[in-house]
């Protein structure tokens, strides 16, 4: 069993910036499958027929389909998306000149230690102590 301190001493705003937009891209397409689940879940309920009379009852000729649903849904969502890539490279330059660097401790059986390529760190020291079997 291998044990591994590692100390990051910097991560770059563009770094922040690429795993910010790579999670954000992939909260976007979860979040458009589950408004899709959501909408024909409903769908089958008879939600939206009710929906549809209700409006037409009142006086209205519009009427909620998936086109005007999965619209509104992904604009929600990529606005979402969009402040979440703006604020990752933001909060990185706000936590390095706030906080002291910071120690991560990962314990791996077996395998070798990778970091993401996506991350760019600067300076970083890895301490390697095996334990025998």
């Known amino acids: 069993m291998a ?20 999670m954000s ?6 979040w458009l499958i589950a408004v899709v689940l959501l909408y024909f ?8 027929e009710s929906m549809n009379s209700l409006i037409f009852d009142v006086g209205g000729s519009q009427k909620i389909t998936f086109g005007m649903v999965f619209a509104i849904c992904a604009l929600i969502g990529v606005v979402v998306a969009i402040f979440n890539t703006i604020l990752a490279p933001l909060l990185i330059l706000v936590e390095e000149r706030t906080l002291p660097s910071k120690t991560i401790k990962y314990c791996f059986v077996r395998g070798n ?15 390697v102590r095996y334990y025998g079997c």
Do not use: Y
Not at 3 to 22: C, M, Q
Not at 113 to 127: D, T, Y
């Open 3 to 22: 044990r591994r301190n590692v100390s990051l001493k910097r991560i770059t705003p563009l770094s922040a910036f690429r795993v910010g937009l790579a």
């Open 25 to 30: 891209l992939v909260g976007l397409v979860a």
């Open 41 to 48: 879940g409903m769908s089958q309920f008879g939600i939206w």
């Open 113 to 127: 230690f990778n970091l993401s390529p996506l991350l760019a760190v600067r300076k970083l020291e890895i301490r």
